[in-house]
């Protein structure tokens, strides 16, 4: 038998960071990802945000590669607020999105970080707080991310 424990802080923003996430839109996308986690059989730990993205702690099992999670959170997410016109235009997530890695020591720090999201944007725009994490990971900036590609 194999052991794994595979903790996953996923970023997603908003197509062109439009800010969709209002309070009752915001509320509404935590349903529609628990329930995709629930019959994905991902293990949903935190969940945050402001009106232009989430962020979110899962435990994945191993057989759920970390694109397919975001791929399948991403699409039936934009489906479900699009089914029920929420939030009254065309719903969609930018094509990128962030994943990082987190260690079981980690996860308290990593949950309160999301959960107290409205507090950390006081200080920092999204790209800023994006851009702080890529750093912190030694990966390339939001720019030259951006070189050649449209959202």
């Known amino acids: 038998m194999s052991y794994t424990q595979l903790l996953i802080h996923y970023v997603f923003r908003t197509k062109r960071s439009a800010r969709y996430l209002q309070k009752p839109h915001f509320e509404?996308?935590?349903k529609i990802i628990s329930g995709i986690c629930m019959n994905l059989g991902v293990r949903l730990h935190a969940y945050g945000g402001i009106q232009d993205h989430i962020h979110l702690?899962?435990?994945q099992p191993a057989h759920l590669a970390v694109s397919e999670v975001a791929a399948k959170?991403?699409?039936n997410s934009s489906r479900a607020m699009n089914k029920n016109q929420l939030p009254g235009r065309r719903f969609s997530w930018s094509r990128r999105y962030g994943a990082f890695s987190v260690s079981p020591g980690n996860v308290k720090q990593v949950r309160m970080y999301i959960q107290n999201q409205e507090e950390h944007h006081r200080k920092l725009t999204s790209a800023e707080e994006f851009q702080l994490f890529l750093q912190k990971c030694g990966?390339?900036?939001i720019r030259e991310m951006r070189h050649g590609e449209d959202d």
């Open 28 to 30: 509404r996308m935590q």
């Open 73 to 75: 959170l991403k699409a």
């Open 57 to 59: 702690l899962l435990e």
């Open 139 to 141: 990966l390339k900036s």
